[in-house]
């Protein structure tokens, strides 16, 4: 029998046992070939209140458990991504169509995720503070209760897991509703996690689904606290609903990143970088670096090699070939990425390489000579496009950078180091690499974007604890006060 057994995607749900959906089921498909993998259940309102109420029940128990408890439960979901990481790392490549490394990368950072979380639990709790009377006073950090969280199809399983870890460590309980269309790899993998890891049932729940499912979850009464990952223009939605009814919510949404080249940066390592941030996993990244600025100076050259990259990047099925790029997630988002390229020619761009697609196959694309008001390179594509526009300056190269809604991530690419950080500091950003490219992701690294891109970092340490806890003033004194009236 394999730990993700077929009753784990065969038209159920995961709320502390494995029950079926009353809302019926969705198919399991493989975006490289087409094929149903199997069904999947799809959770509706009942199916989520029925959950919220019972992750409220049962967590006032679960944060009364010593922290020990909670600990080691999150260092065995740790280890069991670890020892089954081949066979969740199979679904990622069929499922989301990633590439096999980074299905790998993705079970390595979700047991890091888990670690991380497991030493949250024993983190102190508050501070003691100063008071003018004859009392202690101190404050501390208590579970927010119920914690929704919403992932998207992309990095599923880290998208996921990184908010339910440190959620269940800080002793909340969790309504977990992955992307439909990786609610395997994305969600009941992390349950059946949680399962063999002996967390008490009733604390997490699987419940995948579409919007009307989120909805349901986001205005449910017994859930505070939303964890969002996800678009920016669904974030706005998420955010608009919770604050309605004075909901805490945590928006990762989009970006539309700057990867920025001077004119003294070596090309070959720059070209290489380059490709990784435009063409990994297709695209589909938050942090991808939607936008190449690049010196003038060497912007031709830096053209020709990076289209001659694009050319020479395999794209196939990554279940059954050695490639480079692996399916975009389904014809939708397909046909998006095409238009907003065909827009971007009609615009001005020029194609350089790519623009091209078979099934849901899209060639990796380079733009050159790019307008400022193409699609492409205005708005968040995620697909594999890079767009290439030039700079004369280091100013110019900051306006440029900052001349977006979002701010999630920038790459600098300089052989002067103080110049990167002189840039830096004239663009609002989330996350900053001075000679790396725009997409990386620790688990002990603060992860977030200003602007159009979220409400700022919540991910990593002292930021979990922030997301999924409240502070709560407490005074404690011998005898009761006395007052003139």
């Known amino acids: 029998m394999t730990f993700l057994e077929p009753k784990i995607w065969t038209g159920l749900v995961f709320d502390g046992g494995w029950t079926a959906s009353r809302a019926g089921d969705a198919p399991v498909v493989e975006p490289a070939t087409g094929n149903e993998l199997g069904r999947s259940g799809t959770a509706g309102a009942d199916d989520v209140a029925a959950a919220a109420l019972r992750a409220r029940q049962e967590q006032r128990a679960w944060a009364a458990t010593p922290y020990e408890e909670r600990a080691a439960v999150l260092r065995r979901a740790g280890r069991l991504f670890e020892e089954h990481a081949q066979e969740i790392q199979d679904w990622i490549v069929r499922e989301s169509g990633g590439v096999p490394g980074k299905a790998a990368f993705e079970t390595h950072v979700a047991a890091q995720e888990c670690y991380e979380a497991a030493a949250l639990a024993s983190q102190p709790l508050g501070d003691v503070l100063p008071t003018s009377r004859k009392r202690l006073s101190f404050a501390r950090r208590v579970p927010v209760g119920v914690v929704g969280v919403i992932a998207p199809f992309n990095f599923p399983l880290i998208l996921g897991i990184r908010s339910v870890a440190p959620a269940l460590a800080l002793g909340n309980a969790v309504v977990f509703k992955p992307d439909q269309r990786t609610a395997v790899c994305g969600g009941f993998a992390i349950a059946r996690v949680f399962e063999e890891a002996g967390l008490p049932s009733g604390l997490l729940h699987v419940l995948p689904g579409g919007a009307e499912t989120g909805q349901a979850l986001v205005t449910d009464p017994n859930i505070p606290v939303i964890s969002f990952t996800g678009s920016s223009a669904a974030g706005r939605k998420v955010g608009e609903a919770g604050a309605r009814l004075l909901k805490r919510v945590h928006l990762e949404l989009g970006g539309n990143s700057a990867l920025v080249v001077f004119d003294d940066a070596d090309l070959q390592p720059a070209v290489s970088a380059a490709s990784w941030a435009s063409f990994f996993h297709q695209g589909q990244i938050c942090m991808t670096a939607g936008r190449h600025l690049v010196h003038e100076s060497v912007a031709e050259e830096y053209v020709e090699r990076l289209a001659a990259k694009a050319d020479a990047l395999p794209v196939g099925d990554p279940a059954t070939g050695q490639v480079a790029l692996g399916p975009l997630i389904d014809a939708g988002q397909r046909d998006r990425v095409h238009r907003l390229v065909t827009d971007s020619v009609s615009a001005g761009a020029r194609l350089a390489a790519g623009g091209t697609y078979d099934g849901l196959f899209y060639r990796p694309t380079v733009l050159a000579g790019v307008p400022a008001h193409a699609p492409a390179y205005a708005e968040e594509v995620f697909g594999p496009v890079a767009p290439v526009m030039t700079f004369s300056s280091l100013e110019q190269a900051a306006a440029l950078a900052a001349d977006t809604e979002y701010g999630l991530s920038l790459g600098i690419l300089t052989r002067d180091v103080m110049k990167g950080l002189a840039l ?62």
């Open 424 to 485: 830096a500091d004239l663009v609002p950003t989330g996350i900053v690499h001075i000679n790396d490219q725009t997409v990386d992701d620790e688990a002990v690294a603060p992860f977030g974007g200003v602007g159009a891109s979220g409400t700022g970092t919540r991910f990593g340490g002292p930021a979990n604890a922030d997301a999924f806890t409240e502070t709560q003033w407490v005074t404690v004194q011998g005898d009761v006060a006395a007052y003139p009236f």
